[in-house]
Each structure stands twice: as C-alpha cells, then as structure tokens.
C-alpha cells in the first residue's frame, strides 16, 4: 500500500524548533520530489518547502525563508522539514506530498501522493 506518513508535529513555545518527518511505504522516494503544505484554520492551503529527487533543487515560501529547512534521507526513505524560531503564525495543519519527476513540481496538481498530515501549534 503506497502511503506517507508524517509526524513530529505538536505543541511548541514561540522561538522553539520542531523537526517533522515524512516517511513512505509501499514505494521509494529516490524519484520524487517532495513537498511540505500547510493549512490553517480558515485559510487556503500554503506551500511551505519543496525538494526534488535529486536535492540539488529546493524551494522556500518567503514566510519561512532562513528558518525552516528541507533535507532527505534516502536510505530511511524519508524526508525532513526542520522548523526553527517558530511564530504563532506557523500554526497550522502540515502535509507533506510526493511528486514524480526530476523537477520541483510548480502547482499542487502535480502532486501524486499526500499525507494525512500532522498538526503544529505554536503558543506560549
């Protein structure tokens, strides 16, 4: 069964880090590029990160440039979204998504595979 799983969401202070994981099953992300999303409560979905097969190529949203970064690890066939000086405003519900191709996928159309996603909240 293709699946991804996400985890390492929860609960953090303001100015703390999370580190969230996206791992496959059922097949490998060696050819896909993969992506992180977030949705808020009342809010559109947002592209976070993405990274390609590869990882020569990445991709930051503005709102998260300099403090969250995306790393892969093929042998644990997962990917990594390291989340650091975290706001409120970072709160949201975080999906992370597989795309097949060499290249950094422009839409979210292009995405094959999602996860059910992991909540992050951030609060004092």
């Known amino acids: 069964q293709v699946q991804l799983v996400e985890s390492g969401g929860g609960l953090v202070q303001p100015g703390g880090s999370l580190r969230l994981s996206c791992a496959a099953s059922g097949f490998t992300l060696d050819y896909y590029a993969i992506g992180w999303f977030r949705q808020a409560p009342g809010k559109e979905r947002e592209g976070v990160s993405c990274i390609s097969s590869s990882a020569d190529s990445t991709y930051y949203a503005d709102s998260v440039k300099g403090r969250f970064t995306i790393s892969r690890d093929t042998a644990k066939n997962t990917v990594y979204l390291q989340m650091n000086s975290l706001k409120p405003e970072d709160t949201a519900v975080y999906y992370c998504?597989?795309?097949?191709?060499?290249?950094?996928?422009?839409?979210?159309?292009?995405?094959?595979?999602w996860g059910q996603g992991t909540q992050v909240t951030v609060s004092s």
């Open positions: 998504a597989a795309s097949y191709g060499p290249v950094l996928p422009r839409t979210d159309h292009e995405y094959d595979y």
